[in-house]
C-alpha cells in the first residue's frame, strides 16, 4: 500500500465530490421554485466539476491501492478529459456575459467549445505521460500538444 497521503487526498476529493452536487441539486431546486435566476450553464458547470472531482477520487483511490495501471486508465479516459470539458458551460456563461446578441453568445461559447473537444480528442489519441507517485497520489500530465492546445 502507498502512502497515507494519498487516502487523504481521496478523502478531500469525494468531499469535493459531494459538496458540488450538493450546491447543483440545491441550487436546480431553487432555480425550479423560481427562487434564484440563473443560466443553466452555472448549474451544470458545478456538475460537471463534481463528476470530475469523482473520477479523481477514484484514480486516487487505485494509486493508494497500488494499482497505477488503473489510475491512468481513469485519467486518460475521464478524469484528464474532464478537466477540459467540465469549464465547457462557463464559456457560454461567459459568452453571455460578454455579449447582448445570441449570436455572438453562442458563436463564443462553440468556439471555446471545439477548442476543448480538439484538446481533449489529442490528449486521447496522444495520451498521457505517467506521474510518479508523491505523498498525495499521482501526477500524469497529458501529451504537449493537448497541453499546448488548453
Not at 62 to 71: E, H, S, T, V
Amino acid at each position: 500500500m502507498a502512502s497515507p497521503g494519498i487516502l487523504y487526498n481521496t478523502l478531500v476529493c469525494s468531499v469535493s465530490f459531494a459538496a458540488s452536487l450538493v450546491a447543483f441539486f440545491a441550487l436546480r431546486k431553487r432555480k425550479e421554485e423560481k427562487e434564484l435566476s440563473f443560466p443553466y450553464s452555472l448549474d451544470q458547470f458545478l456538475l460537471w466539476f463534481g463528476i470530475m472531482w469523482f473520477f479523481i477520487a477514484l484514480r486516487n483511490f487505485f494509486a493508494w491501492q497500488g494499482r497505477p495501471a488503473l489510475d491512468l486508465f481513469i485519467f486518460k479516459w475521464f478524469a484528464g478529459p474532464l478537466t477540459y470539458l467540465h469549464i465547457i458551460p462557463l464559456f457560454f456563461y461567459f459568452g453571455r456575459s460578454f455579449f447582448k446578441k445570441k449570436k455572438k453568445q453562442l458563436g463564443f461559447g462553440y468556439f471555446f467549445t471545439l477548442i476543448i473537444i480538439v484538446a481533449t480528442g489529442t490528449l486521447i489519441v496522444g495520451g498521457v505521460k505517467p506521474g510518479e507517485m508523491t505523498y498525495w497520489g499521482t501526477d500524469p500530465t497529458p501529451n504537449d500538444l493537448a497541453g499546448t492546445i488548453f
